[in-house]
């Protein structure tokens, strides 16, 4: 992820004014600084990052403050994703930080169980939805297709890899996660 270029397309993306892109609350500033998160992110959260929800393409993206807030948030963020929003079905849209790359996806709200006791990890129940926040960005702001859900992003990876198309590569393998006995 490049935070510069991600800046841009946010406030492109905000030329009516509309997401409130800028800098969150100081405490939530300090929040995100705790959070171990990779620099380009964690600087694209401080400075860009949408102040009231929105939607992206057909995903609803949280506020800096509903981020913070949301009871899911903290669970998430102990697997290194980060809770961004929510697809069309309720799927949780989120940022896997694991990695330099902050890929965008879908975490399957139907298929992992995250009120469990202990919930497994929701890594097997993750589907990218672009190779990394840039790209998602920029398809965002060009017009271009983006999965709307933890189900269409799994197709969508699909069908780059059936097709050869080199971008699923970076987004992840196509290779559908179950959890079907």
């Not at 993306?13 to 998160?37: M, T």
């Not at 393409?57 to 009871?71: H, K, L, V």
């Not at 080199?166 to 959890?179: L, P, Q, V, W």
Request: hydrophobic share 40%; proline share 6%.
């Amino acid at each position: 992820m490049h935070e510069d270029l991600c800046t841009e397309f946010m406030y492109h993306l905000d030329r009516g004014g509309a997401l409130e892109i800028g800098n969150p609350p100081i405490h939530i500033q300090n929040w995100l600084d705790d959070l171990n998160l990779p620099d380009d992110l964690r600087r694209l959260a401080r400075h860009a990052w949408p102040q009231v929800d929105c939607s992206l393409a057909e995903i609803r993206i949280f506020s800096s403050q509903s981020i913070y807030e949301d009871e899911n948030t903290p669970l998430l963020l102990k697997y290194q994703f980060l809770h961004v929003g929510c697809g069309i079905n309720g799927d949780f849209f989120v940022i896997d930080f694991s990695n330099e790359l902050c890929v965008p996806g879908f975490i399957a709200l139907g298929e992992w169980d995250h009120q469990a006791d202990i919930p497994e990890s929701p890594h097997k129940f993750f589907a990218p939805a672009a190779p990394n926040f840039d790209v998602f960005l920029y398809r965002v702001m060009e017009g271009k297709y983006v999965p709307g859900d933890y189900y269409a992003a799994w197709q969508f990876n699909d069908f780059l890899a059936r097709e050869g198309i080199a971008e699923h590569r970076a987004a992840g393998d196509g290779s559908k996660a179950s959890n079907e006995t």
